[in-house]
């Protein structure tokens, strides 16, 4: 599965001109690269690039003020990133 995250129009850059909510997509790919995410303790999302079992990196991560929404599947338990 994929994970999409919504990030705030307030999330921008500040020269990007604001045309409301980003949307960002991380596609699983046939590969066998897929994307999970987890939260920090801060309340920042990571999206996670899987690539094998139990190897993760982190692909991405959103302060916690950044994202309104994440939807995926979450960081299965004994993974390590």
């Known amino acids: 599965m994929s ?3 919504k990030l705030s129009a307030e999330a ?3 020269a990007e001109p604001s045309k409301g909510p980003l949307d960002l997509q991380y596609e699983d790919s046939a ?3 897929t994307f999970e995410y987890d939260l920090h303790p801060s309340g920042a999302p990571r999206v996670l ?3 094998g079992t139990p190897r993760t990196g982190v692909e991405a991560g ?3 003020g950044a994202w ?3 939807a995926g599947t979450y960081l299965r338990s ?3 990133y």
């Open 3 to 5: 994970v999409h995250v």
């Open 49 to 51: 690039r899987v690539f």
């Open 68 to 70: 309104l929404q994440v």
């Open 62 to 64: 959103f302060g916690p």
């Open 31 to 33: 590969d066998g690269v």
């Open 12 to 14: 921008r850059a500040p």
């Open 78 to 80: 004994g993974s390590e």
